[in-house]
């Protein structure tokens, strides 16, 4: 697949489930504050998309990011079918697709970070790269807490159903474990890959 053909169909695909997941949401609120960061995204990536390209893979995991993203706004991550047919099939007692949603979150920008910092030539040993990078994704994960302790005391009605809590008392420390576990699981399991990817692409030598 080209350049370009990768370019249309990811915007087609991202559309196309956008359209689907603003169509009558669980709660319009709700929705605009889970999908703006893929939206932001979207955006940052088409103004970006001469100037600095990314690798496929990239790109690919910032597209199922958005999904996962969009499939939550419309929703909400307690009420995911998904989410709900596997605490049914494995007997858990709350929906944990917004653990998905957070590991994600870390796995995802990991490779991005990654990217950026190997082709600027950040750094000159991947020891202290990747605990950059995943000291990164844990800020991140951080503070996309705060920002939602902030939504939730400003918007107070919409508060449960934007953090999803379902009673758990330790959710803001499990989502960003979640988070690192997903940065350091993006390192390991993908990181000759991108490296291969980054080299066929000329962003980097051989």
């Known amino acids: 697949m080209n350049h370009s053909v990768m370019r249309w169909t990811w915007i087609a695909v991202f559309v196309g489930v956008l359209a689907w997941s603003v169509y009558r949401p669980f709660d319009y609120v709700i929705w605009i504050l889970e999908v703006f960061p893929a939206l932001i995204g979207a955006v940052i990536l088409w103004f970006t998309r001469e100037r600095f390209p990314l690798t496929r893979l990239t790109y690919v995991l910032i597209l199922a990011h958005c999904i996962i993203l969009m499939v939550g706004g419309h929703y909400t991550y307690a009420e995911v079918p998904l989410g709900d047919w596997v605490r049914d099939a ?10 998905l949603g957070h590991l994600v979150q870390g796995f995802v920008p990991a490779i991005i970070a990654r990217e950026i910092v190997i082709r600027l030539n950040v750094f000159n040993f991947a020891g202290w790269r990747n605990f950059f990078i995943a000291c990164f994704c844990l ?9 939602e302790w902030w939504v939730a005391i ?3 009605e919409s508060a449960e159903a934007f ?7 330790w959710d803001t420390q499990a989502d960003m474990w979640t988070a690192l576990i997903g ?14 990817q980054l080299r066929d692409a000329g962003f980097i030598s051989s």
């Open 90 to 99: 494995f007997d858990q007692s709350r929906n944990n697709y917004d653990k």
């Open 154 to 156: 400003a918007s107070g």
């Open 139 to 147: 800020a991140v994960a951080a503070f996309y807490e705060l920002i």
């Open 183 to 196: 940065a350091i699981m993006a390192l390991l399991l993908l990181g000759r890959l991108h490296d291969r």
């Open 163 to 169: 953090l999803s809590l379902q009673g758990y008392v």
